[in-house]
Every structure is written in C-alpha cells, then in structure tokens.
C-alpha cells in the first residue's frame, strides 16, 4: 500500500495550492480519503474528507469557504485545493485512507507533504 503526496511548498498568503495524493496498492474506490495536517507543537487535525460511493465532502470548519477535497477514482487519486492561504494553514499536509475489510478498520497514511505560508 502507498499513499503519496505532492504538492506542497512555500507560498504567500492569499495565495494557493493543490495537494495531490496518489493511492497504490488497496481498492481506492471503496475507501474513505481523508486529508490532516500537523502544525509545530500542535495535534494532527482532520482538515476535509471524501467518503464513498456518493463522495460527500466534509471540511473542518478553519478551511471552510477556502478548500476543496475532491477524488478521481480512475486515477486513484485524492485532490485537496487550498485557495486564500494563510499563515496558519502552516502545516504538514497527510492523506489518508480508511476502509473495511471483513468488518476490520485498514488505515493507511502517506508520508507528508510540508505547507508553508509565509511573506
């Protein structure tokens, strides 16, 4: 299984991004895609999820209005577009996978990608 970011960099505020995970290795299609982030000293939080089959968008409430989470199953891919950045938005940026199989919870992160918003 791999989960793989890309996207990720330095950009000024108000500026944008878009955050690309690519999936190996499990049936996207199936599982619920989730994007989280960590700032320094802070807890890792749920930023947006996609969930399946309808693919229902749920986005934490710091990022409504300025994100959007979308997924493209052919391509196993999860996209997470970041518009008005801000300095807070300062973070590594994690996807994530969650599904089940035989009634067990598979739970699957990529590696991270750095954010910074910064002048």
């Known amino acids: 299984v791999q989960l793989v970011e890309s996207g990720g960099g330095l950009v000024q505020p108000g500026g944008s991004l878009r955050l690309s995970c690519a999936a190996s290795?499990?049936?996207?299609?199936?599982?619920?895609m989730n994007w989280y982030r960590q700032a320094p000293g802070k807890e890792r939080e749920l930023v947006a999820s996609?969930?399946?089959?309808?693919?229902?968008?749920n986005l934490a409430g710091s990022v409504k209005g300025r994100f959007t989470i979308s997924r493209d199953n052919a391509k196993n891919t999860v996209y997470l577009q970041m518009n008005s950045l801000k300095p807070e938005d300062t973070a590594v940026y994690y996807c994530?996978?969650?599904?089940?199989?035989?009634?067990?919870?598979?739970?699957?992160w990529g590696q991270g990608t750095q954010v910074t918003v910064s002048s």
């Open positions: 290795g499990f049936p996207f299609s199936t599982y619920t």
């Open positions: 996609i969930t399946i089959p309808g693919g229902s968008t």
């Open positions: 994530n996978a969650q599904g089940m199989v035989l009634f067990s919870l598979r739970d699957y």
